[in-house]
């Protein structure tokens, strides 16, 4: 499994060792579950909320691709604060951005079947592909956070305050935070 001081060579080692040995559904599912670790970190990272709120109220139930694209869409392509001189506003949408969307949720799908019991095993070439999109989605994630300053394999920083944040849901969702704490008296 993953441990807190790995690098992403290793893991996509360690998840190519499960394709080697036979394991496929294995590589799978931590495959997306590495897709997962990198997103939410790359949320946090990237998003101008404090931290508690994205944990809490937006990240809380948050899984799949349809689901991170939308909050991906909301906090972080529509983030005037970033300084990415090479991507037009359209393609920071995470469906513009991940290469072969539907082939990569077409791959996140078959974790769904494997982990809910559906599908109980996979072939090997087939799963080698769909592995393969979701590390592909991975790695543009986390090149993303790197032309952006921010390395995912570090400690992130925590946000206690709200940054600027032009007009994005994540004020407006901070705004709708504070007003109901304030009501229920904490």
């Excluded at 495959?31 to 101008?48: G, K, Q, S, V, Y």
């Excluded at 809380?60 to 090479?86: H, Q, T």
Aim: include cysteine.
């Amino acid at each position: 499994m993953f441990h807190v001081n790995d690098t992403r060579e290793g893991r996509k080692n360690e998840i190519s060792g499960y394709i080697k040995e036979g394991n496929q559904c294995v590589a799978v599912l931590l495959a997306t579950a590495d897709f997962e670790w990198t997103i939410r970190r790359a949320i946090m990272a990237l998003c101008p909320l404090p931290t508690s709120i994205v944990k809490e109220f937006i990240l809380r139930n948050c899984s799949g691709p349809d689901s991170y694209g939308k909050v991906w869409n909301d906090l972080i392509a529509n983030n005037k604060v970033l300084n990415i001189p090479n991507y037009s506003q359209n393609s920071l949408r995470l469906s513009k951005l991940i290469p072969h969307w539907i082939l990569f949720k077409k791959a996140y799908d078959l974790r769904h079947k494997i982990i809910h019991g559906v599908q109980g095993t996979t072939g090997l070439s087939f799963a080698n592909n769909q592995v393969q999109y979701i590390l592909d989605a991975t790695d543009v994630i986390i090149d993303f956070c790197t032309l952006n300053g921010v390395d995912l394999y570090k400690n992130l920083r925590y946000v206690k305050k709200l940054k600027s944040c032009n007009n994005c849901m994540a004020f407006k969702a901070s705004k709708r935070f504070n007003k109901s704490k304030r009501n229920s008296g904490k």
